[in-house]
C-alpha cells in the first residue's frame, strides 16, 4: 500500500489504512527491540534533529532510540539551551538548522501549531512530538498500538478517555485517531474541563456511569502547567470524582484495560494500586509501543524503500 505522506502534523489527515499500515510496520519493528544488537540500517546517513522546547522524558528518549535503532544520525536541541533565549525567531533557529542539510525536524513546543509552521520554512519532513494542547500524533499511535495488542483490534471497543480532556493534547490526536479506527470514544470530566466537540460519541461528567460499559479506560494527566483559573476545587475533590481507584475497580468490566500517557499524578487520577495493576495496566507497554511507533513513523515519512529487517 502507497504511503504518500510527507509530514505527520495532524493525526486528522491520517486514514484507517495509512494508520493500520503505521501499527503493522510498527509491529515489524518490534523485532529489531528484542535482538542482541538493536539496530538496523534503515535511514543510515539521514540526520534527523529532535527540537524539544518543551521538557519530555518519553517522548524525547525514544524518539533518539528509535533514531539510532534504524541507524540516523541524531541532533539534540532546544529549550533553554538554545539562541531562541537571545530572541532568535523559531523560523530563523529553522533556517539554521536546513543550513545543515537535514532530513526531518522531531519538534515539541508549547505554541500549538509550531510544527505547523516549521514544515512551511523547511525541506525537511516534520514530526509533531505534541504542541501546546494542540495534538500529540505519534501519542496517539503508541496506544492505538497498545490497545491492538491488548484486544487484538480496535474496531468496536468501548474506550473513555478521562479526566482534563480540555487541556490535553493527547486527547486532540487520540479521539479523532479512535474514531478513524472504528471505536466508540466517551469523554469523561468535569464540565469545567470539558473539550470543544472532537467529533466523539459521548461527553459525560460522570465516570461511575459509564465505567461499566468500557473496554479500554485512558486516564489523563491533570495538566497543571495549562490550567487557567481553578477549575476544580481541589486535587482531593478531583480525586474523589475522577481519580481511578481500587473502590472504582469494582465497576469496571473483568477484562477492561487502563491506560495513561504518563507522566502519571499519583493520588490524583491514579491510586497507585490501579496505576501498577498487574493484570489491567499497560502504561509501560505504551512506553515501549513508542520506540516500535516512531521507528514505523521515521521509516515511512523519510521514504525508507528496504526496512533494513533482514540485514
Ligand atoms: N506522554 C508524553 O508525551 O510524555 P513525555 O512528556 O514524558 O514525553
Redesign the pocket.
Known amino acids: 500500500m502507497a504511503f504518500d505522506h510527507r509530514h505527520l502534523i495532524d493525526i486528522r489527515e491520517y486514514s484507517e489504512e495509512d494508520i493500520a499500515l503505521i501499527l503493522d510496520t510498527a509491529k515489524a519493528f518490534s523485532a529489531v527491540n528484542d535482538r542482541k544488537i538493536k539496530k538496523v540500517p534503515t535511514l543510515r546517513g539521514l540526520t534527523i534533529v529532535n527540537m524539544f522546547n518543551e521538557?519530555?522524558?518519553?517522548?524525547?528518549s525514544s524518539f533518539e532510540l528509535a533514531e539510532k535503532r534504524l541507524s540516523a544520525d541524531t541532533l539534540n536541541f532546544g529549550g533553554s539551551s538554545t539562541s531562541s533565549v537571545k530572541g532568535e525567531s523559531l523560523i530563523d533557529t529553522v533556517e539554521t538548522l536546513n543550513a545543515y542539510k537535514i532530513d526531518a525536524i522531531v519538534v515539541r513546543d508549547k505554541h500549538a501549531g509550531a510544527p505547523h509552521i516549521i514544515s512551511q520554512h523547511t525541506p525537511a519532513v516534520v514530526i509533531d512530538a505534541?504542541d501546546g494542547k494542540h495534538q500529540?500524533p505519534t501519542?496517539a499511535l503508541l496506544d492505538l498500538y497498545s490497545i491492538r495488542e491488548h484486544k487484538g483490534c480496535i474496531r468496536d471497543l468501548k474506550v473513555g478517555i478521562v479526566g482534563d480532556v480540555g487541556h490535553s493534547r493527547?486527547v486532540g490526536s487520540l479521539a479523532p485517531a479512535l474514531k478513524t479506527m472504528g471505536a466508540h470514544v466517551t469523554l469523561v470530566g468535569p464540565a469545567t474541563l470539558a473539550p470543544a466537540n472532537l467529533g466523539v460519541d459521548r461527553v459525560t461528567p460522570y465516570l461511575d456511569e459509564v465505567l461499566p460499559e468500557l473496554d479500554v479506560v485512558y486516564m489523563l494527566r491533570v495538566q497543571r502547567e495549562r490550567l487557567e483559573g481553578a477549575p476544580f476545587p481541589s486535587t482531593r475533590e478531583y480525586h474523589a470524582l475522577y481519580g481511578l481507584t481500587k473502590d472504582r475497580e469494582r465497576l469496571m468490566k473483568p477484562d477492561a484495560i487502563v491506560c495513561h500517557?504518563?507522566?502519571i499524578n499519583r493520588g490524583v487520577e491514579f491510586d497507585s494500586y490501579m496505576a501498577d495493576h498487574p493484570r489491567r495496566s499497560v502504561i509501560l507497554d505504551q512506553v515501549y509501543a513508542g520506540i516500535c511507533v516512531r521507528m514505523a513513523v521515521l521509516y515511512l515519512l523519510l521514504g525508507g524503500s528496504d526496512n533494513g529487517l533482514d540485514s
Open positions: 521538557p519530555s522524558t518519553r517522548t524525547r505534541g500529540h501519542q493527547v500517557p504518563g507522566p
